[in-house]
């Protein structure tokens, strides 16, 4: 199965729920942490562009710390779940949206972001995903993108065996699993990026970018676009 598919299909509304719901421990203070790093990079006044929200795991934290929040994602029937969660919130708004054709005018953001290894899970060119993302993003304005740190692969393969456990991915293909990539025997795979392919990657565009690991479990590309 194509991995998109997945959030499309397989991940999403109540079973893309479960996934958190069955997290260890530490996967928990994983997901914490980088909801609490974000929330220091974002400002009362900022206008905020969530790319892959899912079913609003992170949108009603996020929409209480800023001016106006839009979350996007392919599946309808996640959206459907986060808007029962932040339908009380005026400033928030949903849309099912593709994140390489976003339908937003340039510079409309002063924040985009992509957590939770989304830049991975969208099964795209991580180049046309972070282009899009710096086209919608304000001259001045930050894009962050997180992966998995290196140092963070026991926990996140003990997650993903939970998850396989329960069907809510196919089972793992062990003989291919590894460095840093989880490979399913369904066709799934979720992969991670380096910081030297993190700087990489952020050096083909117009930005001052720099890489930050938090709690030992992720690491962040964060970009100020318009470094010139």
């Known amino acids: 199965m194509n991995r998109g598919h997945y959030y499309l299909h397989q991940l999403s509304?109540?079973?893309?729920?479960?996934?958190y719901e069955i997290a260890p421990r530490r996967v928990k203070q994983y997901l914490e942490a980088e909801v609490l790093h974000v929330l220091n990079k974002i400002h009362?006044?900022?206008?905020?562009?969530?790319?892959?929200?899912?079913?609003g795991r992170v949108l009603e934290t996020l929409a209480w710390k800023v001016k106006k929040l839009v979350g996007i994602d392919t599946s309808r029937s996640s959206l459907m779940l986060a808007r029962q969660k932040v339908g009380a919130i005026s400033h928030c708004h949903l849309f099912q949206m593709d994140g390489l054709a976003l339908a937003f005018r340039n510079q409309s953001?002063?924040?985009?972001?992509?957590?939770?290894?989304?830049?991975?899970?969208?099964q795209v060119d991580p180049r046309d995903l972070v282009r899009e993302s710096i086209r919608v993003t304000k001259k001045g304005g930050r894009a962050l993108f997180s992966t998995y740190s290196s140092n963070f692969w026991a926990d996140r393969m003990e997650w993903f065996r939970l998850q396989a456990d329960e069907g809510l991915i196919g089972e793992i293909d062990w003989d291919a699993t590894g460095d840093g990539m989880i490979v399913c025997k369904d066709g799934f795979r979720a992969t991670t990026y380096g910081p030297a392919e993190l700087?990489?990657?952020?050096?083909q565009f117009d930005v001052k970018?720099?890489?930050?690991?938090?709690n030992g479990s992720s690491l962040f590309l964060e970009m100020r676009v318009g470094k010139s």
């Not at 509304?13 to 996934?19: F, I």
């Not at 953001?109 to 969208?122: H, L, P």
């Not at 700087?199 to 050096?203: D, M």
């Not at 970018?209 to 938090?214: D, G, T």
Request: overall charge negative.
């Open 209 to 214: 970018a720099e890489i930050k690991e938090v």
């Open 109 to 122: 953001f002063d924040a985009v972001i992509c957590i939770q290894n989304g830049i991975s899970a969208f």
């Open 199 to 203: 700087l990489a990657l952020a050096s």
């Open 44 to 55: 009362p006044s900022d206008t905020v562009l969530e790319l892959g929200c899912g079913y």
């Open 13 to 19: 509304s109540e079973r893309l729920r479960r996934c």
